[in-house]
Nanobody, 125 residues
């Protein structure tokens, strides 16, 4: 059973944009976006709270990425602008089904319950 599913990855040139989507079929308190490159740990880059819309961004994406939610569609988006080659990774979204205070205080893999399979984002000229 698929609980969360990502879409929207692809190949883009440096400076370009992509929008990732995370469709959730479970109820959740927060959705987090992570990314991973081979040989490195999965990095938490953004989070959004379902209750109050509060957000978190890692320094590596702050000012370039924007997370948003459409509650009616139970979908979270990650708008990625001014993409750089170092943004190349597999991007995962994950849902957490319990509350934290605040919901996006930390974005680490161990506190998320449901994971998508990932979508590849490649930034190259």
């Amino acid at each position: 059973q698929v609980h969360v599913a990502e879409s929207g990855g692809g190949l883009v040139q440096p400076g370009g944009s992509l929008r990732l989507s995370c469709a959730a079929s479970v109820d959740y308190f927060a959705i987090g976006w992570f990314r991973q490159v081979p040989g490195k740990e999965r990095e938490g880059i953004s989070c959004i709270s379902k209750s109050d819309g509060s957000t978190y961004y890692a320094d590596s994406v702050k000012g370039r990425f924007t997370i948003s939610r459409d509650s009616a569609k139970n979908t979270v988006y990650l708008q990625m602008n001014n993409l750089k080659p170092e943004d190349t990774a597999i991007y995962y979204c994950a849902a957490r089904d319990y509350a934290l205070f605040p919901d996006c205080a930390v974005v680490i893999t161990s506190i998320y319950d449901y994971w998508g399979r990932g979508t590849q984002v490649s930034v190259s000229s």
